[in-house]
């Protein structure tokens, strides 16, 4: 909800007294000399699941990050390092990788982590028995997408272990990203050992990254990353622990942080404003893209196009961007500002090539115009939606804003109900196409624009509203076909046009983060979205 001014009159106030200390207290940790090698952490929302094969949701994708390795860690600026792989190879046509494991990478309970352990998550992530969200990233495996439409059996994936340290994957056609994917393993005995169980706690799960996760319980707000020591590089993890906490309201977490019982804290707008002089004040760019998803499968008003072109036009995005977040950008395509093809930024690029961009661009009376050619073709006066989202301060205030500005663009001709509710009821019904229109948010899975242009091809997981659109996917299956980089850089802009055409979603703004982090934790990397603990630690230099 709307703050009031006593609000945040009173939030400065903390601010002006928290201030007044910072000389004396900004070096300190919240961790004693007796658990110096400890910090504490914050998150916004709950932990959706922890199985690798089922996330869809930035706070499970951050433990992830800590808990499990994959092939390789992408870095703070998309840089690639070794991670249970410790080299690859890859044939001269770009079809078969070969990958060469680790010998002494260990699950948690002191097990190897092998070849078959990667062959088993692949096929179980594929599976749709398993209902997978990630299935779209390894659609250029030999076999994939007849695996998904259950035409095949999921061992007839092209990927096998050669032997226990050997895995080969073989593709259709050359994928210059393949080892930016994160392909965690998985412990088979752990998923038969755990059933349904598995993710669902803590102790439903084995981990093979830096941390192991204790004492989440599948619905409680605190939990811990403890070392793992049974982690390949266990001695340069310098960390014992890291106490998480879910706090949804940012007055409080920089409450929380001032008083000793946090070492990081996320800010909204306000906060920002107020803080960004301060020594322990720091940004971190997201390649992520907020937006409206409309389910045009389900609700007649939001099949209309014409309907979606004049919910996108009527929304001042640099007005919203700026309201819930200072380090926040506009957002006209939903390509993550991130995102690199043929050595070019793929948004930077786009905006040059677009042919149409009016339908992100705040312009109230051609918003009028459309929404009146929507209503005709519908037969009515006046509609009205149910926009749902998370119920933290940030999703509400995003919320808020839209419902006004639709309702005054459109002079009550268009009613929106808000309804906020906990991150993970939210996603559910997502996932089950149970929505009008939900507010949400995406990160890239990878560094390059298809990462996010595919999640919206026909039967994709992540095409929550099931739009389908043979102009869409026709661009996105030639740009898979296609061995010249610029071509398939022009492929990957012609499907931008269609869904800045269409409008299935609509973007509104990159996230960037404004955090305070107290000035002796050091190597703090943030990437993809999400933090990494793998090379913290705390105290002087």
Partial sequence: MAHSKSYYMKLLLTMGSALALSACTSAKSTSTDKDHNAISWMTTSEIQTLDQSKMVDTTSGEQAKNVFEGLYRVVDGGKVVPGVAKSSKVSKDGLTWTFYLRKNAKWSDGSPVTAQDFVFSLRRTLDPKTKSQQQNFFQAVKNANDVVAGKK??????????????????????????????????NQNAVKKYGN?????????????????????????????????????????????????????????????????????????????????????????????EYLTFNVSKN???????FRRAVSMALDRKTLANTVGAANTVATTFVGPQDMADGKNFNAYAEKLLKNKKFTTYDKSLANLYLNKALKSLGKNKVEFTLAGDDDDIS??????????????????????VHSMPKTSRVSQMLNGDYEVDYTGLTSGYTDPYSMLSVMRTGENYNFGRWSNNKFDNALNESNREMNSKQRLNYLVEAAQVMNDEQPLSPLFHDGQAWMVKKNIHNLEFSMGSFSFRNVYVGNK
């Fill in 300 to 306: 007649k008003l939001l099949a209309n196009a014409d």
């Fill in 153 to 186: 059996n999921p061992r007839e994936l092209g990927v096998e272990a050669k032997s226990s340290h050997i895995l080969v994957v073989h593709l259709t056609h050359p994928v210059p990203y393949f080892k930016k994917l994160e392909w965690n393993p998985e």
């Fill in 396 to 417: 509400k205030k995003v919320m808020e804003y839209i419902q006004s500005q639709l309702e005054s663009t459109f002079n009550k001709k268009v009613m929106v109900n």
């Fill in 197 to 289: 169980k598995y993710g669902t706690a803590s102790k439903y799960m084995v981990y093979n990254g830096p941390f192991v996760s204790k004492g989440w319980s599948g619905t409680n707000l605190s939990w811990k990353l403890v070392k793992n020591k049974y982690y390949w590089d266990a001695k340069d993890v310098k960390l014992d622990q890291v106490n998480y906490t879910v706090v949804k309201t940012p007055s409080t977490d920089y409450n929380m942080y001032q008083s000793g019982k946090l070492d990081g804290a996320y800010l909204d707008t306000q906060a920002s404003k107020e803080l960004k002089n301060q020594s322990d004040y720091q940004v971190f760019k997201l390649d992520r893209t």
